[in-house]
């Protein structure tokens, strides 16, 4: 995503881009990465709407990814244990 469409969704708040950046959440680039984007969306969310501090917004986005990989590692053993079954019924 281009970072100017990002600005423009948050109608122009280049002091919050600016934090973003600083707090690590998005790459000072024209063009953004996906991951980043999605971070920086909860990280307003989670600042302008639930008035959660900076600290706060690190922890969150933190436990996200971890819940988000959790829940591909899961998937991947569930995957691991039905391809295993699957292969003990066959004649």
Excluded: H
Aim: glycine content about 4%.
């Amino acid at each position: 995503m281009k970072r100017t469409l990002l600005l423009e969704l948050w109608e122009g708040d280049e002091r919050f881009l600016s934090e973003c950046i600083a707090q690590g959440i998005l790459e000072d680039a024209d063009e953004l990465v996906d991951d980043q984007v999605a971070l920086a969306l909860v990280a307003r969310t989670l600042v302008r709407e639930l008035d959660v501090n900076w600290p706060g917004v690190e922890i969150i986005l933190r436990m996200r990814g971890d819940l988000l990989e959790s829940r591909r590692t899961l998937a991947a053993l569930v995957e691991i244990v039905r391809s295993s079954t699957s292969s003990d019924k066959s004649p």
